[in-house]
């Protein structure tokens, strides 16, 4: 009688952990999605005094998106972090790493 009910307590412990896991198991992209993210949160950080600091220096119009397209990078961060689903990431981080490199070579805009 004991043994049935150890193993009654084993099959409820790993149905209650198979539950709290994907069909298919922890997706293993999803650790390398974060890196991802905060590799380019780095390297956000980097040029972003920069730009800033050239602001004053641009026309208006630059000035506007230069603005426009540090905004659209914290967004893009924002919306990796906080994605549901690694295919949101995906379409998130591609935005904001093209939105860096751009920047990165000329952040006059």
């Known amino acids: 009688m004991l043994r049935i009910l150890h193993a009654t307590a084993a099959a409820v412990a790993m149905l ?6 994907a069909p298919g198991g922890i997706d293993p992209a999803a650790p390398i999605a974060v ?3 905060d590799q380019l949160q780095g390297r956000f950080d980097a040029v972003q005094p920069y730009a800033v600091m050239l602001l004053p220096y641009l026309s208006v119009e630059r000035a506007a998106r230069l603005r426009l397209v540090l ?3 914290e967004r893009a961060l924002i919306a990796a972090r906080l994605a549901a ?4 990431r995906r379409a998130a981080l591609a935005v904001a790493e093209q939105a860096i490199a ?6 006059a805009g």
């Open 16 to 21: 209650s952990l198979a539950a709290c896991t």
């Open 35 to 37: 890196a991802k993210v």
């Open 71 to 73: 905004a659209g990078i």
């Open 85 to 88: 689903t690694v295919a949101d």
């Open 102 to 107: 751009r920047v990165e070579k000329r952040p």
